[in-house]
């Protein structure tokens, strides 16, 4: 798995683990206050409420079902993801560290949730309204979702550099319990929702241990640096990103030891995420120049002096392509 895979992995993770998909469209022209309290109730559901279920996801035509369990205490999150249908697959994250198992491919990897896709109920801030200059929130009335009572909120972009949300709270507790990606005109891109959820006092360990045994798999690491080190790491920049995407993160990482260094930057806007992957290349090394996407994520590719520059994030093409054509090298 390369740090790409990884990278797009973890934010798949972030989005599952907390249900988060986005939503674009309609502008409001203020934001309700209503809404933006309805918001902070679900940052602190996903910090305090244990639970277990299983919920679909849904993205580029293709559905997939998982059984989740969710567990928080003093020492942070705690998830394991297990897919239902296809081969054999688990991901499990204890705190800030993800290991993705895959049966078929008889590998584990094992990676840091980064500033750029942490998961997104940790990640989301308890003050929204601190987002208003580049987001309206409002109110879109009530629902129901695996049998429980929902609340429906609109986090609506005000430009085209970044997806909206739409998030459907449990009236009770604040819980997300579905989510929608949608483009411009509406059609969805992603969307997960719990077709069952049990809130629980406690999830027992053994419930958050793999039940792969493990024999006779590969298994892989990411090896991430402090900034400081090496200093070439901090000589790139992206010179002219999205307004209000700033810069909150620069390490560097290993993916196989002894191999090339992968220099990493986050640009967040505090909601919205973009990692920037930079490598330099090989004779051997295939160049990857364009676009791609996997469901919301999108990702986009250039070369900057004899480096491969990747750009990933869960916003529209608009927004990757721009910080990976600004991306600027300066020399000391």
């Given amino acids: 798995m390369s740090f790409l895979d990884s990278s ?4 798949t993770l972030a989005r599952v683990c907390a249900l988060l998909v986005i939503s674009t469209s309609a502008w409001a022209a ?21 639970y277990q279920g299983t919920f679909v996801y849904v993205n580029s035509g293709k559905m997939e079902s998982m059984r989740i369990y969710h567990r928080v205490d003093d020492k942070g999150d705690h998830d394991r993801m297990v897919h ?3 081969s054999t697959r688990e991901v499990i994250r204890d705190g800030d560290k993800v290991t993705c198992i895959l049966s078929d491919k008889k590998s584990v990897h094992v990676s840091k949730l980064d500033d750029g896709a942490q998961h997104i109920l940790s990640a989301l801030p308890s003050n929204f309204s601190e987002f208003t200059q580049y ?14 009572a929902t609340k429906v909120v609109h986090v609506n972009p005000r430009d085209k550099f970044r997806y909206g949300y739409r998030f459907w709270l449990d009236a009770e507790n604040g819980l997300l319990l579905k989510s929608q990606v949608l483009a411009e005109d509406g ?12 809130i629980v006092r406690e999830i027992a360990p053994d419930l958050l241990k793999s039940e792969l045994t ?17 200093d070439a790491a901090l000589h790139w920049r992206v010179a002219h990103p999205p307004l209000g995407f700033l810069s909150t993160g620069h390490n560097t990482r290993h993916v196989t030891p002894g191999g090339v260094p992968t220099h990493h930057i986050v640009l967040s806007d505090g909601l919205a995420s973009v990692s920037v992957y930079i490598e ?19 990702i986009h590719g250039v070369v900057v002096d004899d480096h491969q520059v990747t750009v990933v994030g869960e916003v529209p093409a608009a927004t990757v392509k721009m910080v990976a054509d600004s991306i600027q090298f300066v020399k000391p």
């Fill in 8 to 11: 797009v992995a973890a934010m």
């Fill in 30 to 50: 203020d934001s309700d206050p209503a809404a933006l309290n309805l918001l902070k109730a679900m940052h602190s559901a996903g910090r305090q409420l244990n």
């Fill in 84 to 86: 239902l249908n296809g």
């Fill in 135 to 148: 987001y309206t929130f409002t109110l879109a009335g009530q629902d129901r979702v695996a049998g429980r």
């Fill in 187 to 198: 059609v969805p891109i992603e969307q997960v929702m719990f077709t069952s959820i049990e």
């Fill in 214 to 230: 493990g024999e006779h798999y590969t298994v892989t690491e990411d090896k991430s640096e402090d900034a400081a080190a090496p």
């Fill in 280 to 298: 330099k290349l090989d004779a051997g090394k295939k160049r990857f120049v364009g676009s791609s996407y996997m469901g919301a994520v999108n």
